[in-house]
């Protein structure tokens, strides 16, 4: 994963959104899952868009939406 963010769709319900690469670095996929599996009813617009910060480690560091 090259980026990852966190909104909250229209229902409420908690979103991550995954940028991947392939093995070369090329853009590959968008993966988007939404907390209890059902389907996304908007994208959401930039502001919305929390960024998830990685360390080091890869390690998630920020607070998922529903939580703050």
């Known amino acids: 994963a090259v980026a990852e963010v ?22 590959y996929e968008v993966d988007v899952w939404k907390v209890n599996f059902a389907p996304l009813q908007r994208w959401p617009t930039e502001p919305e868009m929390v960024p998830v910060l990685f360390n080091t480690l890869f390690q998630r560091t920020a607070t998922p939406p529903a939580e703050r």
């Open 6 to 27: 966190q909104f909250s769709d229209a229902d409420g319900i908690s979103v991550t959104a995954v940028l991947n690469v392939d093995t070369e670095g090329r853009l």
